[in-house]
């Protein structure tokens, strides 16, 4: 006769040295924590809402034969604690202006709380103004966002550490960094130097060498124009050794693809590069061998120039 332990049952039989497994949780409903998707990404949504045993939330989201985005939630939020999951990727503005019709939908259909999460947070790399008369994009989106209503926005691996004070709400930002590390640790790579591609990006690998205990470089780079970058030289020894580009964000590959050939140039073995945001856009995937675009992360770098994708990571754009 067939018998049904409890949770408790099971973890006495399990032992008090043994430790329970995370395992995703069976289809619940509840009517105070709900989880909304925009038409970005709903695949980890999706993801999200198996792994915590939850069914993603209906909203209606379509455009008028202008283009003009229409958003509609077909289920009751009247205080819940909702999460809307809407990465800006490409088309930007487009997923973008979801996320805010969204968020005023749920607003002014009496949510308790809203928050807004963006595993990758567009205008991000536009937190300054280095240039006469140019907007700080990274800070004016964050204002949106405030202003249609969102009470608090997750983002993983923001470009930069300030866009958090941007936001007169709170911000929890998130970091790739723990899984990127596993990944790699498995590969146990020889003689392993991380290399930051630019000067912002040292903090990064600092973390990230520290985590594989390993060497540090930097790449002198001199930005010429937007998605233009000529490297400099590089600050550290890599002769004869296997070296990791660890970034935020890859978008035509052009930093990455020179910060390669110059690590050769310089004696190195192999060159390894991983990222959290793989946007890729124009040469970067025309750039790589038919097929290797399959994942977020780990491209190895044959003689500095090409590489092939390993999904180290969800596809979090």
């Known amino acids: 006769m067939a018998t049904l332990a409890t949770a408790t049952e099971k973890k006495i039989q399990a032992g008090p040295d043994e430790k329970s497994e995370r395992k995703p949780q069976r289809a619940r409903v509840d009517d105070k924590f709900k989880i909304f998707s ?3 990404n709903e695949r980890l949504a999706d993801d999200v809402c198996e792994f915590l045993g939850l069914t993603r939330n209906q909203a209606l989201v379509t455009r008028f034969k202008d283009g003009e985005a229409y958003v509609q939630i077909q289920e009751n939020v009247r205080g ?3 999460f ?3 990465p800006t990727s490409r088309p930007v503005d487009e997923h973008l202006m979801e ?3 969204m968020i005023d939908a749920l607003k002014r259909a009496s949510a308790r709380r ?3 999460v963006i595993p990758y947070y567009g205008y991000g790399r536009q937190d300054r103004k280095d240039k006469p008369r140019a907007p700080i994009s990274a800070k004016l989106v964050a204002d949106l966002l405030t202003t249609a209503g969102a009470d608090r926005a997750l983002l993983i691996d923001p470009h930069a550490p300030q866009i958090q004070g941007f936001f007169n709400i709170p911000v929890d930002p998130l970091f790739a960094s723990p899984v990127l590390v596993d990944y790699f640790k498995k590969l146990t790579l020889p003689n392993l130097t991380v290399v930051s591609p630019d000067a912002g990006g040292v903090e990064r690998a600092r973390f990230f060498a520290k985590k594989m205990d390993s060497a540090l470089a930097i790449v002198d780079k001199r930005r010429v124009e937007a998605n233009v970058a000529e490297v400099m030289h590089v600050i550290g020894d890599v002769q004869g050794r296997t070296c990791l580009v660890i970034d935020d964000l890859i978008d035509t590959a052009g930093t990455l693809v020179k910060t390669a050939a110059a690590l050769m140039e310089n ?9 959290s945001h793989p946007v890729l856009s124009g040469p970067a995937v025309s750039g790589f061998p ?4 399959s994942g977020s992360t780990g491209d190895r770098c044959d003689q500095g120039v090409h590489g092939a994708i390993h999904g180290a990571l969800p596809a979090f754009e």
Request: glycine fraction near 10%; aromatic fraction near 4%; hydrophobic fraction near 50%.
């Open 38 to 40: 925009g038409s970005a």
């Open 80 to 82: 819940a604690d909702v």
């Open 84 to 86: 809307v999951i809407q």
């Open 99 to 101: 996320l805010l019709l």
């Open 114 to 116: 809203i928050t807004a």
């Open 267 to 275: 004696g190195a073995s192999e060159v390894y590069a991983c990222c």
């Open 290 to 293: 038919s097929g290797s675009a």
